[in-house]
Every structure is written in structure tokens, then in C-alpha cells.
């Protein structure tokens, strides 16, 4: 019998897949959830307790109330419904093993170890279910040395190098402002998912996709990876100013800030162009140079910038063609006419806080004649067991 329900409203390219999501706290549920924008049927699992992140806060939703709703948990759990099931008990296992006999895909990041003690390791899940792809996330990795660690973001960032290369200098490590080693986890693992969808096509069999917290850090260190593995460079936090190119960063206005990203010789033409500066000047011609010189570059631009406002530096900017732009506060990028135009902003009603709007999903989809058939209709983040009797009823009656 297919969990899909009759009544279900998503529609996009993964329209018709079964998710079953084990996950808690961030990297698993956003991958999730990725998954269901695109039209997947995912329900989430969770033990009686729910997710961690129900209580993460503040802030709530109605603080005070009963109906108290963490905004972490609504941040990566939209088009979901949500079951609850004890994992530790027989009729949790068997509710779990019926649901796995029926569907796509299976997502879980406990600890490398936790399932398999629970009576689900990897060989006895593809002998469920041939057809089964199985995502699992962990912190560090499911084997090597350190293959049991815990896996949260923070620690990960730093374990990862990813602090040792951001902040001010390289004795001011921070980390970045948003979960981003959870996040790119999540990311990484939806598209092993659907890479190993596409080979199911091929060969009728199911197979086992891993990524950790460390692989995902790991995996976008870009030009500071290979400064050292190629150059042998060890790359340190710079602030706000690109370590290889340059002029590219921050600067002061005289009422705010602006960044430029001059990321060829002929942008930096037409910057001395615009601000009457001579491109030639020495230790300033070509990119390498600069970069050499970078604190004296960043101090003649610093100089100009500072006698003008920001609008103006703007629109001078764009007029002579030179990439910039300005450091917005997240209120004022929800606020701002063009991320609405871009539909990331998506209204859902919610079981007990009504209607309330979230962020909305990064990608769009359009034929081949430009018609946009990106979903429309989205679904609220679950309360806690929100579809128990609806999975009991297409399990055939209670567990």
C-alpha cells in the first residue's frame, strides 16, 4: 500500500516518493524538507518527546501558551506530517518496519551505531525493502578514528577549519551567523538521494548514501583547500577582504557601508575610471599586485569611498559597471521587493499559531516554453503526533 495520500497537495518533480525522516535538530530535516518542496510525501518520526528542536528557543510562538511553537523547528520542517512512534518498544519497530516496507527513501542521523542497535542496521533495512534509499548523516563520519563523536554545527565548524579562515584576523575565529555545516550536511545529502533515485532507475536496487558535518565543511573550503593542498598555504581569516583578489570587500561610506568584488583587470579599469584614479599606479596594475599591497589599496579606496553616501557610491557603482552592493539586516532582506519576486517568502497556516509566513524554498521550475511550474502550495510545519491517525489507518489500523 503506498503512504501517499489521496488527498495529498504537493505537486513538483519528486511528486509520488515516500520519505520516511528519522532526523532531529537541523542537517537531517533540512535535507527533508528539501524533499517535500519538490512534491515528496515526507513523514517525519519522532519519539514522544518530538524533535529536539521544538525547544530550542527563545524565540517562540506564543510564548506563554500551550500551543508554544519554536521558530527553529518551523525553520526546516515545512511539508512534512508527523508521527510518533518509541522506537524502543516492539510496536514502535514494527510501526517503523511497515512504514520502511512501503517507502522511498529513509533518512537518519543518529549516532553511527544507535540504529543498528535498535534492530535496523543498514543490511537488515535493504532486506526490507530491496528499493530502499537510506541517508545517513553523522558528525564526523560513520568510520575512522573518531567515526562516534557527537555532531553539532558549531563544533564542527571549527573542527572542519571553517572558523580558522573567518573573522577579522587569524587570532579572532568565528563562526558563520547561520548553522551552515548542518545546513550544507542536509544539502549534500539530498542530492546523494536523488543521484542514487536516479540509479535506482536503472538498476531496480536500493543502496546506502553517507555524509557528515565534517565531509560538508570539508567539501566547500574551494580555493582554501587547494591553497593548501596544492600551493601549501595555509589559509587564515582575512575580515572582510578577499585573500586572492582585490579591491574585493567592505568599505566605510560616509553613512553606512558598500562592498565591491573587482574581480578582473578590466573591472578595475573602469573602477579607477569612475573615481579618477590611475589604474597604473605602481604596485596597483594587475590583481597579483594588488594583493600584495592589499592593505594599501584598501586604503585608497577606504579614502574615496568615505567622502560619498552610500546610494550615491551605489549608483555610481552600477553606472560604470562594478558589482557592489549593500549590507542589509534580515528584516530588510524579507522586506525587500525582489526576495518576495523570487517567491522565498511562502504563507502556510499553522494548526495553532494560523497564518504565519516562512521562509520559502530556493528553487524554481519552468518548461521549456517559460511557463513557471514551481509548487504554489505549501504546508505548515507539523505539531508534534499531528498525523498519527492518518499513518494508522494506512497501516491498517493502529500499530
Not at 525522516?21 to 527533508?32: E, I, K, S, V
Not at 519497530?93 to 535496523?120: I, K, S
Not at 571549527?158 to 579562515?165: H, I, K, N
Not at 596594475?285 to 592589499?294: D, F, G, I, L, M
Amino acid at each position: 500500500m503506498s503512504l501517499t495520500s489521496s488527498d495529498n497537495p504537493s505537486t513538483g518533480p519528486l511528486t509520488g516518493l515516500t520519505v520516511i525522516d528519522l532526523t532531529r535538530a537541523l542537517a537531517g530535516p533540512h535535507a527533508a524538507m528539501m524533499l517535500g518542496d519538490l512534491g515528496a510525501e515526507v513523514i517525519k518520526v519522532e519519539s514522544p518527546t518530538g524533535d529536539d528542536t521544538r525547544g530550542w528557543g527563545p524565540p517562540f510562538a506564543h510564548p506563554d501558551g500551550a500551543d508554544r511553537e519554536s521558530t527553529y523547528f518551523l525553520c526546516a520542517n515545512r511539508n512534512k506530517k508527523s508521527i510518533t512512534l518509541d522506537l524502543k518498544t516492539d510496536a514502535g519497530r514494527t510501526a517503523l518496519e511497515a512504514l520502511l516496507q512501503r517507502a522511498d527513501v529513509l533518512m537518519e542521523n543518529f549516532r553511527p551505531g544507535v540504529l543498528d542497535r535498535l534492530g535496523f542496521a543498514e543490511q537488515r533495512l535493504l532486506a526490507l525493502n530491496p528499493q530502499l534509499i537510506m541517508l545517513s548523516i553523522s558528525g564526523f563520519g560513520h568510520d575512522g578514528p573518531e567515526a562516534g563523536r557527537a555532531g553539532y554545527d558549531q563544533i564542527a565548524q571549527g573542527e572542519a577549519g571553517l572558523m580558522a579562515v573567518t573573522g577579522s584576523g587569524p587570532h579572532d575565529p568565528q563562526r558563520v551567523g547561520v548553522p551552515i555545516a548542518d545546513l550544507l550536511a542536509g544539502m549534500y545529502g539530498a542530492f546523494g538521494v536523488l543521484a542514487a533515485l536516479q540509479e535506482r532507475e536503472r538498476t531496480g536496487r536500493g543502496q546506502v548514501v553517507r555524509s557528515s558535518l565534517l565531509a560538508a565543511v570539508v567539501g566547500v573550503h574551494a580555493f582554501q583547500g587547494t591553497k593548501w593542498t596544492v600551493a601549501g598555504k595555509v589559509g587564515e581569516a582575512t575580515g572582510n577582504h578577499h585573500p586572492s583578489i582585490c579591491p574585493y570587500g567592505l568599505f566605510d561610506t560616509a553613512d553606512g557601508a558598500v562592498q565591491i568584488a573587482v574581480g578582473s583587470e578590466g573591472l578595475w579599469q573602469r573602477f579607477c575610471a569612475g573615481f579618477n584614479l590611475d589604474p597604473a599606479t605602481p604596485g596597483m596594475e594587475s590583481n597579483p599586485q594588488r594583493v600584495a599591497n592589499q592593505k594599501r589599496v584598501n586604503e585608497l579606496v577606504q579614502s574615496v569611498f568615505a567622502l560619498h553616501p552610500t546610494d550615491e557610491l551605489l549608483a555610481t557603482l552600477d553606472r560604470i559597471g562594478v558589482p557592489a552592493g549593500r549590507i542589509r539586516t534580515i528584516r530588510e532582506v524579507y522586506e525587500w521587493d525582489q526576495t518576495r519576486s523570487q517567491g522565498l517568502l511562502v504563507d502556510v497556516d499553522h494548526a495553532t499559531l494560523g497564518t504565519i509566513t516562512l521562509p520559502g524554498p530556493p528553487l524554481r521550475f519552468f518548461d521549456i516554453d517559460g511557463a513557471e511550474r514551481t509548487r504554489r502550495r505549501h504546508t505548515a510545519p507539523p505539531v508534534l503526533g499531528a498525523d498519527n491517525n492518518l499513518v494508522e489507518q494506512l497501516l491498517g489500523g493502529g500499530r
